[in-house]
Each structure stands twice: as C-alpha cells, then as structure tokens.
C-alpha cells in the first residue's frame, strides 16, 4: 500500500492537539445565577452495545437545559420531525455522535437536563423485544436527567454534556407481562465534564454548507447544517485538512462550494468550532464489518449483521486510521479487525468495484474469563481465556482504568481477590491498537453480576441492604437511581427506604466474606 501526500499531510496533523480549555463544567453546588455573558454547549450521544439486539432506535425529539433558580429553559436541540431525530443507539458505542454545538447559552447554573424521547424500536437480535409486531410502551417520553451536581456554563467558555445511554441495562426492554408490550425504561449517565480530545474518538459529521468563510480571498472554513434541527456548526480548516472531491480523489478547498453536502472529520475546539482533518465531498457508501481476508491492495469486509462480504480496494488515497486519528502505517491490516469503511463504487467497471477512501479501523475487544492478575513493571499481566482452547496474555498499565461495566471504578486489587476466589470474572479488554508486542489494555471492564431483591432493612453507616436471601454493601461511590415522576434522579444511600424494590449491579463476595454477599456499584430504585 503505497504511501501518499496525504498521509504525510495526515501525521502532521495528528501532532496537533485541540484542547476544550473550558469547554467542561466547573462544577458548583451554588444555586445563584450569573446572567452577565453567554457561552457555548455542546451535545453529544453516547451508547454501549447491548448484546441481544442489532439496533436499537430512538427518535429524539428534544433536549432541554434546565436553569438552577427555575428561569426560563433553553432548547440544546429540537427536532421539526414529529417523530424526532432517529439515531441508532447502538451505532454510538465506539463514538460519541455530536448532536448539535449551542452558542450564546446564557451563563449560569443549571441542574437537569430534559430528554424527550417519540419513541424506541429494537430490530434484531434475541432480545425479548425483537419481534416487529411487538409495541414498545414509553411510561413517559420525558425523562428528566439530574446530573451529580449542579453545573455552570461560565461567561465566553464552553461545556461539553454527554448524554451516555447503557443499554444493557439502561434500557431494560422486557415483556410487560401478558400484554404484549415492552417497557422503555431509560438510564442516562450525564457526563459534564472537559473532553479530552486527545481520546475522544470523533464521529463523522454529515451536512450541507450553508456559507463559505473566507480569509485573503482564501477559503478557511464554512458554516455546515447539520439538517434535523442541529443547527449550523463553524467548520475550521487547517493547512493539515485533507479534502476528497466528489469522485473520491483528492482534492482541495477551492473544490467546496455552498450547498455540497460533505462529511467531515474532526475535533472540537475550544471556541466549540469543528477543525477538521478529513472533509469528502458528496456522496459515499458506508460499510462496517470484521476483516477476514487482506492484502497491501485489498480487504474482504465481512458485513454486519450477517449481511455478506464485500471485497474493498485499497488505493494511494485511501487514508487509514487505527482507533481514533492515529495513521495506519502497516502494509496490511491484520485479520479480525472491526472496520468502518467510506467509499465509492467503481460505476463504469464492470465488476463493480468498491474504492475505499477513508477506513477506520478498531481491534476486536477480546471478551473472556479473566483467570489470573500478577504484577508487572508498572503494571499487570492478565490472564484471560476466551474459550476452551484460547487463553490470552494482556499487560494492563498501572494507570489504566478499572471499571465496571456501564459505570464505577474496581480497585485492582480487589478484583484480584473476587478472580482468585471465584476462578475468573468475565471481563472485556479494550487494547490499545497501537501496541501489540506485549497485547496492552487501554481500559479493563468487568462484567457485573445483576441480582435484584426488596429492602427488608439497612444501615446508613456500613451502607448495607438486607434482603430475605442476601446482605447487599453498596459502595461509598455507588451510581443510586431513582425513578420518579418522569425524572431520573441520582440518590445517596440514606434516602434508599426499607420495602424499596432494587435492581443492583456488581460482584458477588468471596465464601469466606463475612460483611456481605454482593458489592454493589450500580443501583436501581423502584425499577
């Protein structure tokens, strides 16, 4: 696979780095207002992937920023469609979609953030709700979402609020007795916080240029419409962007004009504007699947969702990228990488030939038991069997986070006590795809056991639930939800009352554990 301008271009720019500055909450507990200035929102969706279903789809109508001292709310987003902006949840576990960017939000403090939601349709998969005949009951398509604390949009600076969907149990869709339906149950962590950019892996970007920006009689940017009721994002290029015209080849920034629709690639700045690295020009066929078969030339894509296979070919254009913008330099992609693929067909060949002009490329996360923890130079080696016959060698960094799936942080060395009693936990492997002599963790997630039971009892001191079957000790940084009155509302453990039905989400204790029979560190309420 030969090398090309544009991925000289292409390491340039990912030596650049666009940092947020302010673009996170400051955090505050203060209920005062600052109505002097304005600054910027941006809005993100977020999802994990949820293991009985192909797609999960959701059509949002509305997100709604709710002031502290009860003023006016203001509209993030607002769909024209009666039925909303359908987005495919599970099209967003490796990457946040950017919903819409906000400018000239009135600074202040504010404390929930409303969702409102037309509806939710799984399709495929085994999942209980699968069946298209099936009718899913929302109890309510307003879900009030009530972050940690309060929070602050700051005079001239920017916040970035990511609305993280769980789908595994966030959702919970399941037959609603005898009637034939199944409930939408919705969990949404709220992230406010400052992205950090270098990490955030950005989604692509779809829309029409609304306006060209000009600087000395040359293009430096434009004002994209996202369409849908997103609004206009500011779109910035650099020296660095690479541009694909509308016959996917390169091209340059004299070929945009207003009213192309392009597709861009980037990050955002502090100013919460776009700068691009990748812009393609109209039309192109988009493709996701496990690579089975390569060469420096070429790749077979095994489809999605059983779909076939489709054999792509790899130019002097073709820009590859591995994980989020790091430059794929290997003649060839390894088999069993998960890649995502923006091309065009070959019209006038004969044999129909599909050009791949950008791929990004992800490594399988490998899932499994994890058998054996030991130490390491700064850092671990895990033991993970993926089945009967394979067994994994990872080194996981001691600065590597330890997390439970869906939220919370597992210190390392009681995970090593729950693996040695229990013989394994089942865990996933997020491995940084650039190291692969040792295979390295970037993130290790551990799948929780879920158990759910009523309070017969409690104490506020030891933090434990009692149970007819089980004593449940709920971790001091447990995630507490509650479901009420169409608001989903963060608790602490002393508001959880005796005669309370919960759902929990942890580790089940070793024989020998004395203080209780499970850990838990997600906990539902009247779910």
Request: aromatic share 8%; charged share 25%.
């Amino acid at each position: 696979m030969g090398k090309s301008k544009l991925a000289l271009l292409i390491i340039a720019i990912l030596s650049i780095a666009f940092t947020f500055l302010g673009c996170g909450g400051s955090g505050g507990n203060g209920g005062s207002s600052d109505s002097s200035g304005s600054g910027n929102v941006a809005l993100f969706l977020a999802d994990g992937p949820a293991d009985e279903y192909e797609h999960i789809w959701a059509g949002v109508k509305e997100v709604i920023l709710i002031p502290a001292n009860g003023g006016d709310h203001l509209s993030l987003f607002r769909s024209p469609y009666r039925d909303g902006k359908e987005v495919d949840l599970l099209d967003l576990s490796d990457q946040k979609l950017l919903l819409s960017v906000k400018k000239n939000v009135p600074a202040g403090v504010y404390s929930k953030i409303r969702m409102i939601i037309a509806y939710i349709r799984p399709e495929g998969g085994t999942g209980p709700c699968a069946d298209e005949d099936l009718e899913i009951k929302l109890p309510s398509g307003k879900i009030d979402l009530n972050p940690r604390k309060n929070f602050r949009v700051a005079p001239g600076k920017s916040i970035a609020i990511s609305l993280d969907m769980d789908m595994d149990k966030s959702i919970q869709l399941k037959e609603a007795g005898n009637s034939g339906k199944c409930i939408f149950r919705p969990v949404i962590f709220v992230d406010i916080e400052t992205i950090d950019t270098t990490e955030a892996c950005p989604r692509i970007l779809t829309g029409e240029i609304d306006e060209l920006i000009y600087r000395d009689e040359s293009v430096v940017g434009f004002m994209l419409d996202l369409k849908e009721g997103r609004g206009l994002l500011k779109v910035m290029l650099r020296y660095q962007t690479v541009i694909f015209d509308e016959n996917g080849f390169e091209g340059d920034r004299d070929d945009l004009k207003v009213g192309d629709t392009v597709r861009v690639r980037g990050r955002l700045n502090s100013r919460c504007n776009l700068v691009a690295s990748v812009i393609i020009i109209g039309g192109v066929e988009k493709f996701q699947g496990t690579i089975i078969d390569s060469s420096p030339d070429d790749f077979i894509l095994k489809l999605a969702n059983d779909a076939g296979t489709l054999d792509v070919d790899i130019t002097d254009n073709t820009v590859i990228f591995i994980g989020c913008d790091e430059l794929f330099e290997d003649e060839i992609i390894p088999i069993g990488y998960k890649a995502r693929v923006l091309g065009k067909f070959e019209a006038a060949a004969a044999s129909n030939i599909y050009r791949a002009i950008v791929v990004f490329l992800r490594p399988s996360k490998p899932t499994g038991l994890l058998t054996g923890i030991s130490n390491a130079v700064s850092g671990y080696n895990l033991t993970i069997r993926t089945d009967e016959t394979t067994t994994l060698s990872v080194y996981l960094p001691e600065d590597a986070p330890v997390k439970l799936k869906g939220d919370g942080s597992i210190d390392i060395l009681r995970l090593d006590e729950w693996v040695e009693c229990h013989g394994g936990i089942e865990v996933e492997v997020v491995l940084d795809p650039a190291k692969s002599a040792p295979l390295t963790a970037e993130k290790l997630i551990a799948i929780p056991d879920e158990f759910s039971a009523t309070v017969d009892a409690k104490t506020n001191i030891q933090r434990i639930l009692y149970t007819t079957d089980s004593d449940i000790a709920v971790e001091e940084y447990a995630t507490i939800f509650k479901m009420k009155n169409d608001q989903q509302m963060l608790i602490e453990f002393e508001e959880i009352r005796v005669e309370d039905e919960f759902v929990a989400y942890g580790i089940e204790a070793c024989s020998h554990d004395t203080f209780a029979d499970y850990y838990a560190f997600i906990l539902f309420i009247n779910y």
